[in-house]
């Protein structure tokens, strides 16, 4: 009898995901998508700190250096029900770093479709939409060039 299959790396990427596209959200439209919050006990309260942005030059293989640093908040929270979330956003805003780890919690949990359709589904379309329009902009500046031929060859 074979063990079953496990989808951890899929899990993890979709997880993944999921986090990254919380933490790109407005702070604000996070509040306004879920604006109560379910009981929950800190395990590490936001706190505010800074890390290191590093680069490369070329396309991603040249030799990595610093690009100077950024504001990040994180925290990790431990729902009533024993799941875990964790967050890390950009920027100094405790309540946007303290939804997103409920929100990561609530997605390991029962009610990770109705946060799928309630909070995630809205956000996606709203990035689409800005990146859509961000698109458009940049299609409209696009300069096209060409050159005659001169004929003396």
Not at 45 to 58: F, K, N
Not at 98 to 108: E, G, N, S
Not at 122 to 134: G, I, K
């Given at each position: 009898?074979?063990?079953p299959?496990?989808?951890?790396?899929?899990?993890?990427?979709?997880?993944a995901?999921?986090?990254?596209?919380?933490a790109?959200?407005?702070?604000?439209?996070?509040a306004?998508?879920?604006?109560?919050?379910?009981?929950?006990d800190?395990?590490?309260?936001?706190?505010?700190?800074?890390v290191?942005?590093r680069?490369?030059?070329?396309?991603?293989?040249g030799?990595?250096?610093?690009?100077?640093?950024?504001?990040?908040?994180?925290c990790?929270?431990?729902?009533?029900?024993?799941?875990?979330?964790?967050?890390?956003?950009?920027?100094?805003?405790?309540?946007?770093?303290?939804?997103?780890?409920?929100?990561?919690?609530?997605?390991?949990?029962?009610?990770?479709?109705?946060?799928?359709?309630?909070?995630?589904?809205?956000?996606?379309a709203?990035?689409?939409?800005?990146?859509?329009?961000?698109?458009?902009?940049?299609?409209?500046?696009?300069?096209?060039?060409?050159?005659?031929?001169?004929?003396?060859?």
């Amino acid at each position: 009898m074979s063990a079953p299959v496990s989808n951890a790396a899929s899990d993890t990427s979709a997880r993944a995901a999921t986090l990254s596209l919380l933490a790109r959200a407005p702070g604000v439209r996070l509040a306004t998508l879920l604006p109560d919050l379910p009981p929950f006990d800190w395990l590490r309260r936001p706190e505010v700190g800074a890390v290191m942005l590093r680069g490369r030059m070329g396309a991603g293989g040249g030799a990595p250096f610093n690009l100077g640093e950024m504001t990040v908040t994180r925290c990790a929270l431990r729902l009533a029900d024993g799941t875990v979330g964790h967050a890390a956003v950009q920027g100094r805003d405790k309540g946007h770093a303290t939804r997103v780890a409920v929100i990561d919690a609530l997605m390991q949990g029962e009610d990770a479709v109705r946060i799928e359709t309630a909070v995630l589904a809205p956000l996606r379309a709203e990035e689409a939409a800005r990146r859509r329009l961000r698109a458009e902009k940049a299609a409209a500046t696009k300069v096209e060039f060409f050159t005659l031929v001169r004929g003396e060859d």
